[in-house]
Structure formats: structure tokens, C-alpha cells
Nanobody
């Protein structure tokens, strides 16, 4: 049984930082590229970032480039999202997801991913 469990969300003021973690179990972690998505009320679920199996390749949506950093530790079966210079528009539920197969391509499309976590809430106040 595959499980992805996110943690690290919370409430911060604009300009602050948070580090999200996603612990995976029940799958061969380094067979999967990993992604972070976010879902704000009345909006679609949007891709935030993706990282390849070994961590050498990373991708970001334009709105977070230079502020967010994705990383992974395959020894711990964990993927991270370091979020700096947070803005109120970053407020959302954040989800991690696992994608079997190639990295890149349509990485921002939720249907490309095989497994999802339950999410962790990030709230940024102005």
C-alpha cells in the first residue's frame, strides 16, 4: 500500500519561510519522479515543482522560481519543498505526488501522477 504523508505546513507572515516534507512508503521511491502541487479555494490544482528520480533535474512554475527549492533524500524516501519569501498568494493546500516514468514533459498535469498525499495547509498572511 503506497502512502505519501506531507508535513511542515502552517501559518506564517509574508516574507517568511516553511519547509514541507513528504515521506513515501510502499513504493520503490527512486523509481519515481516527485512533484508538489497546490490547491487554493476556487482554483484548480496547480503544479508547483517537480524533481527527477535522482534529484539532478528540477522544474518550477514561474511564480515560485527563485523562492522555492525542491529536493529529495532517497535514503529517507522523502521529498522536500523549501519555501522562502512567502507571499499571501502562496496560500493553499500543498500536496506531494509520485509519478512513475520520465521526468519533465507535462509535469504540471495532475493526471500524470500515480499517487497522492493528503496535503498540508500553508497560510501566508500579509
Amino acid at each position: 500500500q503506497v502512502q505519501l504523508v506531507e508535513s511542515g505546513g502552517g501559518s506564517v507572515q509574508a516574507g517568511g519561510s516553511l519547509r514541507l516534507s513528504c515521506a513515501a512508503s510502499g513504493l520503490t521511491f527512486d523509481d519515481y519522479s516527485m512533484g508538489w502541487f497546490r490547491h487554493a479555494p476556487w482554483k484548480e490544482r496547480d503544479g508547483v515543482s517537480s524533481i527527477s528520480w535522482g534529484g539532478a533535474s528540477t522544474l518550477y512554475v514561474d511564480s515560485v522560481k527563485g523562492r522555492f527549492t525542491i529536493s529529495r533524500d532517497n535514503a529517507k524516501n522523502t521529498v522536500y519543498l523549501q519555501m522562502n519569501s512567502l507571499k499571501p498568494e502562496d496560500t493553499a493546500m500543498y500536496y506531494c505526488a509520485a509519478r512513475r516514468g520520465v521526468h519533465g514533459g507535462m509535469w504540471w498535469v495532475p493526471m500524470e501522477y500515480n499517487y497522492w498525499g493528503q496535503g498540508t495547509q500553508v497560510t501566508v498572511s500579509s
